[in-house]
């Protein structure tokens, strides 16, 4: 009995320094319960409680920063562990890869216009490297014949430079964009996240002389969706 009121009036002290119920369980041993119902009518002055919001706030940013690491970290481990499953690409895996790519991301023939060249279009530097990979190893289609053009927010124009060095080094573009620049001239929603100077804008890839190649194109998506048993 006597104990517990040396630690009831010690955890009383404590409480009026200021200190937090995490800090006085840690020199106090007591249960938390026992240590509410001794502290609910301890006041605090006003520069205390700014230091316990301030620890709380603390807390939380570095419990936040903990699951952060940890969740990038579960990450890596995913994104590797799935990197190994996919192994060698075969050429035939690679053309395969290539036919839904542009199935899903490709300009189409349409009743309307039935003489679309191949156009491909997107903002993923990588995937438009995928893309320029597959029509060079796989459907052989020569340097001269792939064109490109460009299109990005004015409010951009001053890292043009940067911004088409950027494709040419991740997509391994190797035409020019010369004259084949284009800029929106429309104000940006306040919601996009594509403002900042990890925005790059569009490129649109077109192969001349390919309105056959893409009808061809076509008939393979066909043949796919037949031996899938999806038609």
């Known amino acids: 009995m006597i104990e517990k009121i040396i630690e009831k009036r010690e955890a009383v ?22 240590l509410s119902i001794w502290l ?7 520069t205390q ?6 620890l709380r706030q603390n807390s939380q940013k570095k419990g936040a920063l903990q699951r952060k690491t940890q969740r990038i970290e579960l990450s890596k481990n995913i994104f590797s562990d799935a990197q190994a499953e996919i192994g060698a690409i075969s050429s035939r895996e690679l053309w395969l890869i290539g036919v839904i790519l542009y199935w899903a991301e490709g300009s189409k023939q349409k009743e309307w216009n039935i003489s679309q060249s191949l156009q491909f279009t997107n903002s993923d530097p990588v995937m438009v490297g ?13 340097e001269k014949d792939i ?21 040419k080094t ?27 100077e990890n925005y790059y804008g569009t490129v649109r890839i077109r192969v ?24």
């Open 49 to 54: 409680k700014q230091r316990i919001t301030e």
């Open 13 to 34: 002290r404590l409480r009026r320094e200021g200190k937090t119920y995490s800090e006085i369980l840690d020199l106090v041993p007591v249960a938390r319960s026992t």
């Open 40 to 46: 609910r009518e301890i006041g605090l002055a006003k």
């Open 170 to 196: 991740v997509s391994s573009l190797k035409t020019e964009f010369s004259d084949k620049v284009y800029f929106k001239r429309h104000f940006a929603k306040g919601y996009r996240h594509n403002v900042d």
């Open 130 to 142: 995928l893309y320029l990979l597959w029509l060079r190893k796989s459907l052989q289609i020569p």
């Open 147 to 167: 064109d490109a053009s460009l299109t990005i927010h004015e409010n951009h124009k001053y890292r043009l430079r940067d911004v088409i060095s950027h494709w």
């Open 208 to 231: 001349r002389r390919s309105t056959n190649l893409n009808r061809k194109i076509t008939g393979w998506v066909q043949g796919i969706c037949k031996y899938c048993g999806v038609v």
